[in-house]
C-alpha cells in the first residue's frame, strides 16, 4: 500500500499576507502534511466583476457588498510571492503545491516546474481549462464537488484523450459546501468512481471536524485535502471551514494510524505482537480437584482454566474418560495420555 497523500489547503487563508502564508507553511510541517497548497488565480481572469459572492462567502466575510470580484482581488497572490512561498517550502521540506483557477495561472505554474496540478470543482465543466491542463501537466488531481458522474467521466475523458496515462489521475470526491452537513458528504460515492474510472481516488473534505477524512482513508482513499488556517475567527471566505494547527496535527495523526491499521496481508492469524499473550489469555483443561492415578477423567473432576499451555479446551471430548496418567493437585494441567 502507497503511503496516503495528506495535501494540507491554505488556499487562501493567508488573507493576502505573506507573512501569514509563511506561517501557514509551518504549521503544516508541523502537523506532518506531505504538500502544503495554495490557490494561483487572476482575478480578472477567474471571474466577472458582476458576480456575487456565495452565501457561505457573504457569511464568512460578513460583507454582502463586496463582489467577489472585490474579494478574490485582495487575496492574489504574485508570482514574487509565489517564487517567496516555494523557496520557504523548499527550506522546510515540505512540497509547495497550488490550484490554477484560470488559463493564465495555468500556463504559470507549469513555467516554474510543476508537473502535477489540481483541478478544482469550479473548473470541471470548463473545456478549454482542461484540454490546456492536461497539456502542460503529466499528473492531475480532479476535485468534483457539485459534480455528476456523467460530467466526472467527460473531464476525465479530456485528460485520456490527450494522453495522461489513467495511473496519472486521481479523482477527488467532494462536495462543495462551506461546511459541507454531514448527511451530504456521500462517502460511498468515492467507491462509485473507483468502480467507474479504475483510477485512484480520494477525498476533498470540507466538513468541520477530522472524522471524515479518517474515514475515507479507512475506505480506500490515496488521496486527502484538508482546508486549514491560523485562526477560525479571521475573517475571509473559507475560514470557518478550515482546521487550526492542532486539528490538522491531529487529522493527519489519525489518518497515518488508519494508514497502518488497513495494510496488513489480510490474512487471519495471529500478530507478532499478540503471540505472547496466547497462552495467557487461552485456556487449557486442569484438574477440578485432587485427581488419583488411574482416576477416569470426567466432567466431575476437570475443568477449564487459564493459562492455555496445556491441553486446548477443543480437545475435552478426547480427554474425557481417560485415566489420568498421574495424580494431579487442584488447579494442576493435565497431562496427555499416555
Not at 226 to 235: A, I, V
Not at 270 to 294: V, Y
Not at 303 to 320: C, F
Request: hydrophobic fraction near 40%; glycine fraction near 6%; include cysteine.
Amino acid at each position: 500500500m502507497n503511503k496516503v497523500i495528506i495535501i494540507a489547503e491554505a488556499g487562501v487563508n493567508h488573507n493576502g499576507s505573506l507573512d501569514k502564508a509563511f506561517e501557514l507553511i509551518d504549521a503544516a510541517v508541523e502537523a506532518g502534511a506531505d504538500y502544503v497548497k495554495f490557490q494561483t488565480f487572476k482575478a480578472d481572469k477567474l471571474v466577472s466583476v458582476k458576480a456575487k459572492k456565495a452565501d457561505y462567502q457573504i457569511e464568512n466575510t460578513n460583507n454582502s457588498e463586496e463582489s467577489q470580484f472585490e474579494m478574490l482581488q485582495k487575496l492574489e497572490l504574485s508570482e514574487a510571492d509565489h517564487e517567496q512561498l516555494i523557496n520557504y517550502c523548499e527550506l522546510k521540506n515540505i512540497k509547495f503545491f497550488s490550484t490554477a483557477f484560470d488559463l493564465v495561472s495555468l500556463q504559470y505554474l507549469a513555467t516554474i516546474g510543476m508537473d502535477m496540478v489540481k483541478i478544482p470543482s469550479g473548473e470541471i465543466t470548463n473545456l478549454p481549462y482542461l484540454r490546456k491542463a492536461a497539456d502542460l501537466f503529466k499528473k492531475v488531481i480532479i476535485s468534483t464537488g457539485m459534480s455528476t458522474l456523467k460530467e466526472v467521466g467527460e473531464a476525465v475523458n479530456v485528460f485520456i484523450t490527450s494522453g495522461t496515462p489513467k495511473e496519472n489521475i486521481t479523482i477527488l470526491h467532494c462536495n462543495t459546501e462551506y461546511p459541507t452537513p454531514m448527511e451530504d458528504v456521500n462517502l460511498k460515492a468515492m467507491l462509485s468512481i473507483a468502480k467507474e474510472f479504475k483510477t485512484a481516488v480520494g477525498y476533498s473534505d470540507h466538513t468541520l471536524g477530522i472524522e471524515v477524512p479518517i474515514a475515507a482513508v479507512a475506505l480506500g482513499a490515496s488521496v486527502i485535502e484538508k482546508h486549514f488556517t491560523l485562526d477560525k475567527t479571521m475573517d475571509g471566505p473559507d475560514h470557518k471551514a478550515s482546521l487550526e494547527p492542532a486539528e490538522l496535527k491531529a487529522m493527519v495523526t489519525g489518518i497515518r494510524n488508519i494508514e497502518a491499521a488497513i495494510s496488513g496481508t489480510g490474512l487471519k492469524e495471529p500478530s507478532a505482537s499478540e503471540m505472547k499473550n496466547i497462552t495467557i489469555a487461552r485456556k487449557s483443561i486442569i484438574a477440578k480437584i485432587d485427581i488419583k492415578k488411574g482416576e477416569i477423567l470426567t466432567e466431575d473432576n476437570i475443568t477449564v482454566k487459564r493459562p492455555g499451555n496445556g491441553i486446548s479446551p477443543m480437545e475435552w471430548d478426547k480427554v474425557i474418560g481417560q485415566k489420568a496418567t498421574r495424580d494431579f493437585f487442584a488447579d494442576d494441567l493435565i497431562d496427555r495420555a499416555e
